[in-house]
Structure formats: structure tokens, C-alpha cells
């Protein structure tokens, strides 16, 4: 199992090539959706990003999402 920490605010597809390279390498990832202090103003709410990226990678195998309370 392999950890991909960021704040993905938002998640693009940059982020879920890595998440898919990971997956095939390692054949377990967690994508950690965490707060980044120096980002005090991001688009989106960490329950919000979670759940982008929980859409995003669902057809992922081995991917799972949690939160994460720093970076």
C-alpha cells in the first residue's frame, strides 16, 4: 500500500494519472485529502474534495480516499 498525500483542491487529471501509476505499481492506494495551512482560502471544503475524489477514482482498483487533518 502506497500513500498520495495533497490537498487536491481540486482533484485533476494530473493527480489521477499518479493515483492510477500508483495503483498498478503498488496494487493498494490511499489518496490522502488534506488541509494545507498555506492554502487558507481553497475552493472546496475537505468533505467536498473527499468526495471528488471518491468520484474520481471509483473505477481505480485499489483506491481508496480518506481525509487527513494536515500535510
Known amino acids: 500500500t502506497?500513500?498520495?498525500p495533497g490537498s487536491f483542491d481540486p482533484i485533476h487529471l494530473g493527480?489521477?494519472?499518479?493515483v492510477e501509476q500508483a495503483a498498478e505499481l503498488f496494487g493498494s492506494v490511499v489518496v490522502?485529502?488534506?488541509?494545507?495551512?498555506?492554502?487558507?482560502s481553497g475552493l472546496f471544503t475537505v468533505d467536498e474534495?473527499?468526495?471528488m475524489v471518491?468520484?474520481?477514482i471509483s473505477g481505480i482498483a485499489g483506491a481508496t480516499v480518506q481525509a487527513f487533518p494536515g500535510l
Open 54 to 56: 471518491r468520484d474520481a
Open 15 to 18: 493527480h489521477l494519472d499518479v
Open 2 to 4: 502506497v500513500l498520495t
Open 32 to 40: 490522502a485529502v488534506m488541509h494545507n495551512p498555506s492554502k487558507p
Open 49 to 51: 474534495r473527499v468526495e
